[in-house]
């Protein structure tokens, strides 16, 4: 930690200090390390900082008394031991050395002095490295405390020679390290001392800053030293303008310097400070007048160090003031002249001020009104209660408000609408009543008026909303009516009935069992109802519904009447996952022969509860939907007779291997028509395939069919070749009645060459399909519809039936749409037939119908699907 003049230690020697040791080294002392008293280090501000000429002087006073080469006062951190002040150090020599060298590092750690004659002898040091690094051969030194009793340091001596340290050697280091303490706790004090200062200084500016009054200091000369923002902006300097150098009294009017000469500086002179009002000239050189506040501060002789000065702008104030006056003005001008009686009454209830307008209302002179005469001009039937609400409001200090009538001097009655409120001190006493009377005789008439005609215009309402219910339930029912299928027929009156009613939920199902089980058909929600759209868990017969269908009454409930039902049975394990109920309405669905059909069933109104008029009306679709199950029923009766019908001369029923059709009558109507098929063995292992379709429908069209696929079936066999039968076909046809313009494709198939050879009358192309998806429409041989006219020849085209290749032939219902071209519908075809090719015959026959037939429509439809292999090759 110190060096010597003379001998091993020098310059160099002080620089080439050695490695520090490790913390658990015999060196290390503990309390080094402690967190208060290294805070207390961080604390004192010395570390790396400069010599400084008190604690210079200590270790010069020292090295002189002691006779010694070198004198320090250290601060020691955790790491090192700081130099503060290093009597006999090179000015550019080390300031510093580790901890592990210094012999500082006892004393810190014991907080006790260190008096050691002889390093390399005594065991508490003998080990320590600055023996041989710093040449210590005799070290003496004490404690330098913190302000807070915390160890900074030490204070030190060092020789380079053995030597035994005296009573008074020991008592001079002891006093200087005391007097080291000292300076240590003058330097705290004095930064805690600027630092306070620093802080008031800043308060001072950030009040000044921020204020919007002028704030402004001066010399004892009345020279401006300091102007704030708000200051500056009054007079008109920029934020960073000089101040100007002139006396306060040059920013002054004349008057004010007078005044602040005369009154305000022998004011705050005499007693410290001075208030008043002075005017300073502003940026535009008008005066600003400022509330003042004057005040004079003394030095520690009691002469005039500096003036201070705060100063408000009332500008804004006076304008207040005046804009004030010119209310109260116009408030007294309005009062007088309003059209609405205005009167000012005593806390007794005595008027003592009514304006114009209320002596004109009950039309009396404004004397005749003071006081309680008011009351002498209401109606006589009005007066005992208007003089009783007034006065219990006079007692209670509360709100007044009537409406009575007055009667003038003409005798003429007026309907008046009187109002007060209490007036208040600050105390919350009532000093009076301001009050109002306004004549609504006019206005209650209109009211009167415009209450007859919402009525009228209401009763209008009621009467056009039935009149548009009507029409709804009409149009509901015409759609109803006109379903063909008891599925479809429930499902548009389940729609219906929930739309026209307003319910979140509707469900129609028809009755299964003696048991009054039923089988949910069609379901209808609202967009908020989305997620249980697919519910379908079957009620068990015992429920509530079964009231409606045994007894064929509706039933109406809402929710709470619902759960208190005897019947009621919840939703048993389906509780979890049942739609909302919230009210319930369900009305029977009744055969002509009153038996019980199903029923129709609402719940969750969007608005209320389900009313009487709902019932009525629900009652009235489920009588409508009713009929339209039995009719549909009959349909379904008589369209099975005309399936027997029409199967029975349609076509074969078994067919050879390759081979799949299908029929599918319009929906409408009995179900026979003029569409058929057919497929005809031919020698040498050939098939003649027809389709053919008859115009018109109904039996006649059947008869016809049956006739035409018979001769057609016969002339295969005769000719064995298309275009000759076709061309026999047309002298059939020509003696047939209703045969005329029927269409016929007409071909046969020879497995063995995977040809087809086919001739068209007037008949939609049959297609083929290769095996890489191609289509190809079979339209070479296209001629007249039979028996229109004479017919040269009938034309014969051959086509090619590799392996994997389908043939399709089909009668115009399939590809057929109402607003649709032939054209979607052929590309619809074609395109299904390319990706489902590899299907087998019957699969592939399935999804044509599924598809392009779906569940209505109106022409029949017979197809052919043919593929030469036996064994098709499997499905993708």
Sequence with gaps: ????????????????????????????????????????????????????????????????????????????????????????????????????????????????????????????????????????????????????????????????????????????????????SSEVALRVDLDELRTSSALQVARFRAIAEQTTDLVAMADADGRVTYLNPAGRRIVGLAPDQDLPTTAVVDVLTAASRDLLRSRAVPAAREVGAWAGELEVLGADREPVPLE????????????????????????????????????????????????????????????????????????????EIAGSGWADHVHPDDRAGAAAGWAAAVASGQEWLDEYRVVRPDGTVRLVSASARALHDAAGGVTGFLGTYTDVTEQRDAERARRTAAAEQAARRESDAAAARLQQLARASVEISAAVTTREALEVLTRTARELIGAHRSVSSVTVDEDWSQAITAVSVSPEYRAWEDYGALPAGSGIHSLVCRDNVPVRLTQEELERHPAWRDFGAHGGQHPPMRGWLAAPLVAADGSNLGLVQLSDRYAGEFTAEDEALLVQLAQVGSATLEKAELLRQQTAVGATLQRAILGPVTLPPGFAVRYEPATSGLEVGGDWYDVVPLPGGRYGVVVGDVVGSGLAAAAVM????????????????????????????????????????????????????????????????????????????????????????????????????????????????RHESLDTGMAQLTALLSAERTRPVETLADLVTERLVGARHDDDVALLVYRGEDDPPPAC
């Excluded at 009332?314 to 059209?339: K, N, S």
């Design 706 to 817: 049956g006739q035409l696929r018979s001769a057609v079936r016969a002339l295969l066999l005769e000719h064995g070749a298309p275009a000759r039968a076709l061309a026999a076909l047309d002298g059939f046809a020509e003696l047939v009645p209703g045969a005329k313009c029927s269409t016929v494709f007409c071909a046969v198939v020879d497995p063995a060459t995977r040809t087809l050879r086919y001739s068209s009358a007037g008949h939609l192309p049959a297609i083929t399909v290769d095996a890489g998806g191609t289509p190809r429409l079979l339209d070479e041989a296209q001629s007249l519809p039979l028996a229109v006219g004479a017919v040269a020849a009938r034309r014969e085209a051959e086509a090619a039936l590799p392996d994997g290749s389908v043939l399709l032939l089909y009668t115009d219902g399939l590809i057929e749409r």
């Design 292 to 367: 003042q506040v004057l005040t004079a501060h003394r030095d520690e002789h009691g002469d005039i160090a500096f003036y201070a000065a705060i100063g408000r702008d009332v500008r804004e104030r006076r304008r207040y003031e005046a804009e004030l006056h010119a209310e109260r003005q116009r408030y007294e001008t309005l009062v007088g002249q309003a059209p609405v009686g205005i009167f000012l009454a005593d806390p007794h209830g005595q008027n003592v001020y009514v304006n114009d307008g209320l002596a004109e209302l009950v039309g009396r002179p404004a004397v």
């Design 1 to 180: 930690m110190a060096g010597q003049q003379d001998g091993p230690v020098g310059e160099s020697a002080m620089k080439d200090v050695g490695p520090a040791r490790d913390a658990a080294g015999p060196h290390r002392a503990t309390g080094v390390r402690t967190p208060a008293r290294l805070a207390a280090v961080r604390a004192s501000g010395l570390l790396d900082t400069p010599r400084e000429e008190p604690f210079d002087r200590l270790t010069a006073l020292a090295a002189e008394l002691l006779d010694t080469p070198f004198a320090f006062v250290t601060v020691v951190d955790d790491r090192r031991s700081f130099w503060k002040s290093c009597l006999g150090i090179p000015a550019d020599g080390p300031r510093e050395n580790t901890v592990e060298e210094s012999f500082c590092q006892y004393v810190v750690a014991s907080g006790e002095p260190l008096v050691v004659g002889e390093t390399r002898a005594d065991p508490r040091t003998a080990g320590n490295p600055s023996i041989e690094s710093m040449g210590v051969a005799a070290w003496l030194g004490y404690p330098v405390h913190a302000p807070g009793g915390e160890v900074l340091g030490t204070f030190c001596v060092v020789d380079t020679r053995v030597r035994s340290w005296t009573e008074r050697d020991q008592r001079i280091v002891r006093t200087l390290a005391a007097a080291a």
